[in-house]
């Protein structure tokens, strides 16, 4: 094999070499994005339930008469934004 074959054949390995680790880099490429569509999922879902169950801590402590004012104040300006929002989506499907 003359010099210029052995250049183009040890080219060609190194070219294979590049792909099959090209090829491995997108597979955990895309592992990685699916990991962190699941970790970007339950932290939704863990912000929901902590939203839910700080909700539920404030309509005890009001059922309780446990709140000062600025927490009522608080309570009912988020029922009212609640209340705004139910209207909002009524309205919506009204039209």
């Known amino acids: 094999m003359n010099p210029l074959e052995e250049q ?3 080219l060609h390995e190194k070219l294979q070499q590049l792909l099959k680790k ?3 880099l997108q597979k955990e490429n895309e592992k990685l ?3 962190l569509k699941e ?3 339950n ?3 863990l912000l929901a339930e902590s939203e839910k169950w700080k ?3 404030e309509i005890l402590k009001l059922s309780k008469g446990e709140m000062n004012e600025a927490e009522k104040k608080a309570f009912e300006k988020r ?3 609640y209340v705004k929002e139910i209207d ?3 309205a919506m499907l009204s039209e």
């Open 79 to 81: 029922l009212n934004q």
């Open 43 to 45: 932290s939704n879902q």
């Open 55 to 57: 909700q539920q801590a």
């Open 88 to 90: 909002r989506c009524i």
């Open 8 to 10: 183009l054949e040890r």
């Open 22 to 24: 090209h090829q491995a």
């Open 39 to 41: 970790v970007r999922d």
């Open 33 to 35: 994005k699916l990991d």
